[in-house]
């Protein structure tokens, strides 16, 4: 992230929008000013059902694993949803679904975020890692191996998330302790209680000094 | 029975570790079915009464829905359901959207099952209920008076006299709350459901396939062989999966109308309600002893909170009766039923809520004795169980306290309250122990060993965290004496030979006895194959002269692997299957696990804020099957603990009968920064009598006696003794200021 | 969740055009609140502006201290060597709040907008006037362990969540906002408003203005700079107190004085009888003693919230002695 203020040249006024097929750019404005109601009202009377579909989907380009998908999504589609429902990439856990748990943590940009609490629509063009991501073929990454080892996980249903973060906490530069690990992990909810085994797993990995 | 096991030192990853680290384990929502739909469920907003109108118009003709269940058209189609025309509604018979009663706030009263999750969300939020109300009781406090025997015919427990401790030279008398706990575990309530003809698929989230399988076979009327229950991977449980839920009945119930592949998954919030909890307990221990601290007498009563239709009912007091040598002692249960949803058994369950108020009972008495409070335990340590008078198989407590005591350093700590700071911190130090029922039910086990060396053990357990695979790999593994490479194990599946439903610590004395019963058939079939196909001089050698190691059959210095057993043989493979329950030495000896847990806690002087910087646990558990993972089951239970002591309560806002917490920012369950580094130490020594692997079970004593162990801490740290759970710092009130 | 038509701009100009033809329509950054409001049904808008592409992710110097652009995150704030060591109160506030997946999402903007986390609010089966006006505030008599003591109302005792605004009061921000036809700076203190007959409203910015900037003045603090949070567990809650202090001293002598509390009001606290106090005495436990005595005056509490009283000034007293080093 740059600390200078970004040039304000090369501006679009509008990059996209959920009425596509009803937009340019010079008439955003009144485009959006077409009511969902409209939509609604529509798909109420059971009008054309794909017609419903084709006015709430808004295209959506994004890498995931390194691989790139060009989708449709719904823009109350969340993040986490897209990717376990429409992906089928389920190593990525709902556990509450308000990010109060870390369960759902994934990468975006190498950003760990909580994918619960971000629409898929919105990551259009970006880079999303996922715990199915991570392991480079067979061989684990060194965060896998070292949850492993250290047994940092019992029902493994945050195992993902947990992991996830792990890895951001130690590139953010915030695992130089113990005490540093638990404060930076905290939003990773383990009701098992692993807590003392994953951060042995940390402190293992960033002692390594591996590059993750 | 013999104990033959003698398990290799090191360290072994879970079966499953691979999957979990990767996301590949499956847990139940996460099964490709094509065709899935999504169901969501509907709660009532009020506490009680009845659904006067439902409207589902909107929903129906929402997009993408293809079916809204409510009571209007579910009813009779569920013939388990038109079968019992009663209204009773237990944890056996959910009968959810049976008739327009509202029973608890959060009451399933509709299921929107659409294409899409989004869609069904949707849908779901345009259904409305206009309600009758009535008015409800979710407050325990007030309604105590109306409390009830669990049953008709349970008896209080009386030995010798009752309120003796009223008589002893010293005595205290205490009252001690607990809240409601939700298990919470961080998988959500989910399931796929999949007719396919007459036949059923489930996915489930299940303690117990079996259980569940019977459970949807009966609603249905079906033979249970048409149901399979998979569960392989349960994200987490703590007793909440127990038995199935009305969402799982509200999921099997749309599949079947559908006539699709259903898939519902409940929300965090509905995990508050529409599944059980822990229930709010209120207790009165009453213990006195002689000067010396000889205990006289202990009366100890519950009252504990269950739901309008079902008598759930726990060992609360249980433990009062057996834990120290005591020569009167009287328990009380009651219930007191409200309109509020169904508890279950929660980690460590009724004992962890007794063995709560009675350990800070024996702390509290040893304070008024002038006397250390391991002292006073150790002068009432119970050698024969003093309830039905039998010896214990095996009872290291009195050890735990000496190695606990030690590690802690709890010769350190002067007694006085509030008499102890470092940095500034008050220091306060506690102990509390833990006892649970050593059990031993009945499994059946398989192992198979193919052409290929592969060695096989399945039985349907479950794995809800504790690490069932690697402990029968473990057991399999000394059986066979074996680095354990070739060894695989399958579970959680009603395919594979019956298991009961993981609980109650039962699991690894129970199904890893029936792998070590089903190992060891496979070797005497092995001598019996091997006298067959490899010995040519017609002698009969004694089973105990083969020698198994490290994939060979071993004889007289003749090593025969087991590749070529099986193709001298001709065969593909071999395989047995054993059942293995307990016998009569259940009439013999008594049967417990025991833990001690020792806390050192700071608490900031101006805030009142309470961090735990260490803590200590010492547990009898007989022979440790896997160390790695029994060690992470130990700290678990010790992190719930300390959850339960100081962060942990469901809060209902008794105007409306209705959660005021019931989410995880609000509902505090502890998280990485509340958790100190903890020390597990196992006695390890294995139990004789219980079963042939000498394995007494650890899941609930991990738990138990932690809640008091801080509770008694956070006394000596402030000389304030809180008495209802969860210790929050507005309770302790130590501020300086 | 309903359908709603989302749009994203990639133009300052046009993402205020926008708000200014529909005013309904609600700006989304991060999402972290927005998405779970809109979750829970507590919010519903038909629109949604996706600001993510705007050029306001900046944090950098100016004449005047700090320049920090709506869209920054909280966890770019926090990690910032500029704030972590001119600015560290505002450092340790963030790093306070949350969780790190959450901070990463977390715009300035954003969490100034950050709803109340009052589960009346939340929760559509119970009334609240903030959600929905004159239906009645059910915190008033009910469950208030987390609310308000000062500033309160007969219609809501909610408290404003954020740890950041906290420290941004207390430093003297200053806030930046954008029409389609003008802009405005005004005081961050004067930003968030209390909840008085018209609890639905969490603050002063009019429907057709977005934030776009946070100013931070120049200060001394940094050597004497403490946010404590006291809450039910160690991280990852919300705060029962919070208290931002910044000095600056001069020797013993307290030269300038900064105090602001958290999980108190409907906005970010700002203790200004206590700093007139303190402004020029000694930095002493008696003197924080008085200065918290002060603080306290007109707080009113509700029952379950009771403790605030005595936590509060207890807290005051903490933070000024970590911030002096006294303790």
């Known amino acids: 992230m740059s600390d200078q203020k970004q040039p304000e040249t090369q501006e679009k006024e509008l990059i996209c929008s959920s009425r596509r097929g009803f937009l340019k750019a010079t008439t955003a404005l009144t485009a959006i000013a077409l009511s969902p109601s409209l939509i609604t009202k529509a798909a109420l009377q059971h009008a054309d059902e794909r017609l419903a579909a084709f006015f709430e989907k808004i295209p959506l380009n994004i890498e995931v694993n390194g691989k790139a998908y060009q989708m449709e999504t719904e823009p109350r589609e969340t993040l986490l949803d897209f990717v376990r429902e429409r992906l089928h990439l389920t190593g990525t856990k709902k556990g509450c679904d308000h990010g109060q748990c870390g369960a759902c943590t994934v990468h975006v940009d190498g950003i760990r975020v909580n994918s619960c609490l971000t629409l898929a629509v919105m990551q259009e063009g970006k880079k999303i890692t996922t715990i199915e991501g991570i392991a480079n073929g067979d061989k684990l990454h060194p965060m896998q191996e070292a949850f492993l080892k250290n047994d940092g996980f019992q029902c493994g249903y945050c195992t993902p998330g947990q992991i996830m973060s792990a890895i951001a906490c130690i590139n953010e530069g915030h695992a130089n302790s113990p005490t540093e690990i638990r404060e930076f992990m905290s939003g990773n909810i383990c009701r098992c209680g692993a807590y003392p085994n994953i951060v042995d797993a940390i402190v293992e990995v960033k002692n390594g000094g591996m590059k993750l | 029975m013999e104990n033959l096991l003698n398990l290799a030192a090191e360290d072994t990853d879970r079966t499953d570790g691979i999957l979990k680290v990767t996301g590949g384990a499956k847990y139940s929502a996460e099964y490709q079915i094509p065709g899935i739909t999504y169901g969501v469920l509907v709660p009532s907003t009020i506490a009680k009464g009845k659904i006067n109108s439902l409207d589902t118009k909107a929903a129906e003709n929402a997009p993408g829905v293809i079916k809204v269940l409510s009571h209007l058209n579910v009813n009779n189609s569920v013939p388990r359901y038109a079968k019992d025309q009663a209204l009773i509604i237990d944890r056996n018979i959910n009968k959810v959207f049976y008739n327009d009663q509202i029973l608890f706030a959060g009451q399933p009263i509709a299921m929107v099952i659409a294409d899409t999750y989004e869609r069904a969300v949707y849908a779901a939020s345009l259904i409305k209920a206009v309600y009758q109300k009535a008015p409800h009781q979710t407050n325990l406090e007030l309604n105590i008076a109306n409390a009830v025997a669990p049953n008709p015919n349970a008896k209080d427990y009386v030995r010798n006299q009752i309120d003796a401790y009223k008589d002893a030279e010293v005595f205290i008398e205490a009252e001690y709350d607990q809240p409601n706990h939700i298990h919470n575990p961080m998988e959500l309530g989910s399931i796929i459901a999949h007719w396919e003809g007459d036949g059923l698929t489930v996915y489930d989230k299940t303690q117990g396939v079996f259980s569940s399988q019977r459970h949807y076979a009966s609603l249905y009327e079906i033979d249970s062989k048409k149901v399979r229950v998979i569960a392989p991977h349960v994200g987490g449980a703590f007793g909440m999966a127990l038995h199935s839920w009305p969402y799982q009945d509200a999921t099997v119930i749309a599949a079947k109308i559908t006539n699709r592949p259903v898939k519902t998954m409940l929300t965090r919030i509905q995990m508050f309600t529409m599944v059980g909890y822990r229930p709010e307990t209120k207790q009165f221990v009453g213990i006195g002893a002689s000067k010396e601290g000889i205990l006289q007498g202990i009366t100890h009563k519950a009252w504990a909170v269950t739901s309008s239709f079902d008598n759930f009912t726990e060992g609360t007091v249980r433990p009062s009766q057996f834990m120290y040598k005591c020569p009167n002692v009287n328990t009380i249960y009651r219930l007191v039923k409200m309109d509020v949803s169904n508890p279950i058994w929660m980690r460590g369950p009724g004992e962890a809520t007794g063995m709560y108020a009675l350990e800070c009972a024996m702390d509290e008495l040893a304070y008024k004795l002038n006397m250390d409070p391991i002292e006073l335990r150790l002068k009432n340590y119970a050698v024969i169980n003093p309830e039905n008078e039998l010896p214990w198989s095996s009872k290291f407590l009195d050890e735990c306290y000496e190695i606990g005591a030690k590690k802690i350093g709890w010769s350190n700590r002067n007694p006085k309250p509030a008499s102890m700071k470092e940095n500034g911190m008050l220091v306060g130090y506690g102990v509390g122990s833990g006892v649970f029922n050593a059990g031993r039910s009945s499994a059946t086990a398989r192992a198979t060993l193919d052409e290929t060396g592969k060695l096989t053990i399945q039985s349907a357990a479950s794995d809800i965290g504790p690490g069932t695979g690697i402990m029968m790999k473990k057991v399999a593994m000394d059986s066979f004496q074996t680095e354990g490479k070739e060894v695989f194990v399958e579970l959680g599946d009603t395919n594979l030979p019956p298991a009961p439903t993981q609980g109650g610590s039962n699991t690894t004395s129970t199904v890893g006895s029936a792998v070590y019963d089903a190992c060891t058939a496979l070797k005497e079939k092995m001598v019996q194959v091997y006298h067959q196909f490899i010995v040519t001089d017609g002698q009969q050698h004694a089973y105990e002269n083969f020698t198994f190691k490290n994939g060979a059959i071993i004889l007289g210095g003749k090593s025969t692997s087991y590749t070529d057993l099986i193709k001298k043989a001709g065969l593909k493979e071999l395989t047995v299957t054993r059942e293995s329950k307990a016998g009569n030495e259940r009439q013999k000896y008594a049967f417990n696990s025991f833990a001690v847990h020792f806390v050192k806690l700071h608490i900031h002087p101006f805030t009142g804020m309470v961090k735990v910087v260490q803590v200590v646990s010492a547990v009898d558990a007989g022979k440790i099957i896997s160390e790695k993972q029994a060690r992470s089951q130990m700290i678990g239970g010790v992190v719930g603990g300390i959850g339960m002591a100081l962060t942990e309560e469901g809060i209902y806002d008794h105007r409306f009968g209705v959660y005021a917490n019931n989410n995880f920012a609000d509902y505090h369950v502890p998280v990485h920064a509340d958790i100190p580094p903890i020390d597990i130490l196992f006695v390890n020594k294995p139990d004789p009598y219980i079963n042939p692997i000498g394995a007494k079970g650890l899941g609930e004593v991990s738990i138990i006696g932690l809640a008091p162990a801080i509770a008694n801490a956070v006394f000596h740290a402030t000389g304030k003794r809180v008495r209802d759970l969860p210790i929050t710092l507005d309770k302790i009130t130590v501020w300086e200021s | ?327």
């Open chain 3, 1 to 327: 969740m309903i359908n709603f038509d989302y749009i994203r701009m990639g133009s300052i100009s046009s993402a205020v055009k926008a708000l200014d033809k529909f005013p309904d329509a609600k700006i989304i950054a991060g999402g972290s609140n927005l998405i779970d409001l809109m979750k829970r049904n507590v919010m519903a808008p038909t629109k949604l502006i996706d600001i993510n592409p705007l050029p306001l992710k900046y944090i950098h110097t100016t004449k005047q201290g700090v320049q920090i652009g709506a869209l920054a995150l909280n966890s770019q704030a926090a990690d910032h060597e500029l704030i972590k060591t001119k600015y560290p109160l505002l450092s340790m506030a963030i790093n306070a709040g949350a969780s790190a997946q959450l901070r990463n999402m977390a715009t300035f903007g954003g969490n100034m907008m950050q709803r109340t986390r009052c589960s009346y609010f939340y929760d559509t089966t119970m009334p609240c006037n903030k959600r929905e006006p004159n239906s009645g505030c059910s915190a008033l008599t009910g469950i208030n362990r987390m609310h308000g003591i000062f500033g309160t109302s007969d219609v809501c005792i909610a408290v404003n969540p954020s740890d950041m605004n906290v420290a941004l009061v207390a430093l003297d921000a200053k806030v930046i906002l954008k029409s389609a036809k003008k802009e405005r700076t005004i005081a961050f203190a004067d930003f968030h408003k209390l909840a008085g007959d018209s609890p639905q409203l969490d603050n002063h910015l009019q429907k057709n203005e977005m934030i776009t900037d946070i100013i931070i003045p120049e200060n001394q603090f940094y050597n004497n700079s403490y946010y404590l949070k006291v809450r039910d567990r160690h991280s990852y809650a919300f705060a029962l107190i919070s208290v931002a202090a910044g000095l600056e001293m001069d020797g013993q002598n307290i030269k300038k004085v900064r105090l602001a509390m958290g999980g108190v009001a409907h906005k970010p606290w700002r203790l200004y009888d206590a700093e007139n106090f303190l402004q020029g005495k000694t930095a002493s436990l008696q003197n924080f003693e008085e200065a918290a005595k002060i603080a306290m005056k007109g707080a009113k509490s509700y029952g379950h919230n009771d403790f605030k009283l005595a936590l509060a000034p207890s807290s005051i007293v903490e933070a000024l002695l970590k911030a002096s080093h006294l303790s």
